[in-house]
């Protein structure tokens, strides 16, 4: 089945440094990607939708200058969290929907827990 | 605004249990329905879906009908196995906009033998 690998699973930095976050498709390619975010014990938020070789397109209230997304090739997208801050931490999930796919079904990556201390 | 609302876990059962997982929602227009289940140490996995009212989505012993009535969609398993402990997801798309999926809380099912 279509795997989606994120990389690290779980990160710990300081305040105000940057940390990369990377969503791979490992045996399909994606045009098309997505980031959420989770907060203990709530629902998957979605962050931005992530379009190969274009510009991210944010959800309402998230900074795109803060969480920068670069999809660079139809196997690789990257979340940036620019200046981080205690209230950054959290469980970051991405998701990947396959090109070749006739349906809308997107596969979820493993997530990636963010500590900022 | 569109809004899914699922119940609270964790939901404790023994192996060969009847399950039951509620969850409804608020839409507008006529959205399409998932669960997703996520297994210890694992990415979400789509475990059944159902497109319009009526539809009833079924995988692995689950099953879910799409209420439009009661803008429901519960998930039930007659007979849970251990392996079945994970936390699921009830999820909708938003009508003209199906890459978009609006999440449940997610309620944890830990199954013991």
């Known amino acids: 089945g279509a795997v989606v690998s994120q990389h690290p699973s779980w990160v710990i930095c300081k305040s105000g440094t940057s940390v990369k976050i990377e969503c791979r498709s490992l045996?399909?390619?994606?045009?098309?990607m997505f980031w959420y975010r989770q907060f203990p014990k709530q629902s998957l938020m979605l962050m931005a939708t992530s379009n190969e070789g274009s510009k991210a397109t944010y959800e309402q209230g998230v900074e795109k200058d803060k969480f920068l997304i670069n999809h660079a090739s139809l196997t690789l997208s990257t979340l940036t969290v620019t200046s981080a801050h205690p209230e950054d931490s959290s469980f970051y999930i991405c998701s990947a929907r396959d090109v070749a796919g006739v349906s809308y079904e997107q596969y979820f990556g493993p997530g990636t827990r963010l500590t900022v201390t | 605004g569109n809004s899914v609302t699922q119940m609270e876990g964790p939901v404790t059962l023994s192996e060969e249990a009847f399950l039951t997982i509620n969850c409804t929602y608020t839409?507008?227009?006529?959205?399409?329905l998932f669960w997703y289940v996520q297994y210890p140490g694992e990415g979400l996995q789509l475990l059944l879906k159902?497109?319009?009212?009526?539809d009833k989505g079924s995988n692995k012993g689950f099953e879910a009908t799409y209420r439009k009535e009661t803008t429901s969609f519960h998930l039930e398993k007659g007979s849970v196995q251990v392996s079945d402990s994970a936390v699921y997801f009830c999820?909708?798309?938003?009508?003209?906009?199906?890459?978009?999926?609006?999440f449940g809380t997610g309620t944890r099912l830990q199954v013991f033998p």
């Open positions: 159902a497109t319009k009212a009526d």
């Open positions: 045996d399909f390619q994606a045009t098309t």
């Open positions: 999820a909708l798309s938003v009508p003209y906009n199906t890459d978009k999926l609006i």
């Open positions: 839409a507008t227009g006529y959205p399409s």
